[in-house]
Structures are given as structure tokens and as C-alpha cells.
Antibody
């Protein structure tokens, strides 16, 4: 059974970097591409970016080049970094498979001093 | 890129039927859409993918037969028959442009 599990700090200070990891089990991370998606409190889903096994990643242009996504094949995981966070980046962050047919449970990240 | 429009809310009585709509912006009538269910306090769950000709691929794990989809023009529909209490959820639709994903605002389904 394929499972995705997000992990990382639940609290980040303004202007610092948010760093999250998505652990993939049950399938090789090289078998698909992987998305990061977030949901601000009471809002809809917002695509953050995605990454292919090759290392090429795309980000939502609205995030003004603050996003870095990487893959660690040895650990079967992908990672998200979001620089210079503000309160507007407070959200539930999910990782999901390329076609959105598999999702993690999500992790709540709050940006606050 | 495409824009997806969903009504913010819908309601139906227990045991009744409801159809949720996801509308693609003009020019994107060939696009497929994914329906995602999100129960209160839970993570998203894939329901199924729908194109202009109907379902694409298979339903998500443990999605009941009561759920079906239809595609027509710019609209992608999720129909639920014999609604149960556990169907009360937010339903999101999403599509892709290149590999970038786009989501609608979501519809909150209330079971009366």
C-alpha cells in the first residue's frame, strides 16, 4: 500500500524558511512526479509546485520564486523549502502524487513570531 | 491557463441525490478534471478523474458505487446517489496545464 507522510516543523518565524519532507512508502519515488499543495485556513487548495525524479521542478508563479523542491532517492522522499515566509503562508501542506490520486494527511504550518 | 469554477455550497437530504459541478473556463473543453473529497478535519482523497467522455481510469480506493461522473462541454459533474452522512465533505476539482495544477474553490456539501 502506497503511503505519503509529510513531516517538519509546525511553527516557523516570519522571514525564515519553511522546510518540509514527504516520505513515500510502498513505491519508488522515481516512479512518478510529486506535488506540494497547500490549503490556507478555510480556503481551497493551492498548488505550490512539483518535482520530477530528474530533479526538474516547477513552482506556482504566484509564489514569486520562493520555492525549492528536491528529491532524495536514497531516502525515497521529496522536500519543500519556502523562503521568506509571512503569515500568508500559514496553511496545511500536503504532498500528492503526480496525478493527484494519492495524498498525504498533511501538516499544519503556522508562521508566527 | 484554465480556471475552474465551483459553487461554494450544496446540500441534500439523507438518501437523496446531488450533482456537483465544476466548470472549466472557455477553450478548455477537452480537459480532464480530478474530483477530490476532503472530509472535515481529514486529508484529501482522490475520487475519480473525468473527461469530456466520462470517467478516465478507475475510481479511488473504497469510493462507493454511489459516486459517478459525467463530462459535458465545459462542465465536469460528480453525482452522488443515496447520500450518506459520511458524504458530507468539501469536494474539490483540479486540472493540469503542462504539469502545473489548478484547483477550483471547492464545494461544501452538507447532508441534511
Amino acid at each position: 500500500q502506497v503511503q505519503l507522510q509529510e513531516s517538519g516543523p509546525g511553527l516557523v518565524k516570519p522571514s525564515e524558511t519553511l522546510a518540509l519532507t514527504c516520505g513515500v512508502s510502498g513505491v519508488s519515488i522515481g516512479s512518478d512526479y510529486w506535488n506540494w499543495i497547500r490549503q490556507s485556513p478555510g480556503k481551497g487548495l493551492e498548488w505550490v509546485g512539483n518535482i520530477y525524479y530528474s530533479g526538474n521542478f516547477r513552482q506556482n508563479p504566484s509564489l514569486t520564486s520562493r520555492v525549492t523542491i528536491s528529491v532524495d532517492a536514497s531516502k525515497n522522499q521529496c522536500s519543500l523549502k519556502l523562503d521568506s515566509v509571512t503569515a500568508a503562508d500559514t496553511a496545511l501542506y500536503f504532498c500528492a502524487s503526480g496525478n493527484l490520486d494519492l495524498w498525504g494527511q498533511g501538516i499544519l504550518v503556522t508562521v508566527s513570531s | 491557463q484554465p480556471v475552474l469554477t465551483q459553487p461554494p455550497s450544496a446540500s441534500a437530504s439523507l438518501g437523496a441525490s446531488v450533482t456537483l459541478t465544476c466548470s472549466l473556463s472557455s477553450g478548455y473543453s477537452a480537459f480532464e478534471v480530478v474530483w477530490i473529497q476532503q472530509r472535515p478535519g481529514k486529508g484529501p482523497r482522490f475520487v475519480m478523474r473525468v473527461g469530456p467522455g466520462g470517467i478516465v481510469g478507475s475510481k479511488g480506493d473504497d469510493i462507493p458505487d454511489r459516486f459517478s461522473v459525467l463530462g459535458s462541454g465545459l462542465n465536469r459533474y460528480l453525482a452522488i446517489k443515496n447520500i450518506q452522512e459520511e458524504d458530507e465533505s468539501d469536494y474539490h476539482c483540479g486540472t493540469e496545464h503542462g504539469s502545473a495544477k489548478v484547483f477550483g474553490g471547492g464545494t461544501k456539501l452538507t447532508v441534511l
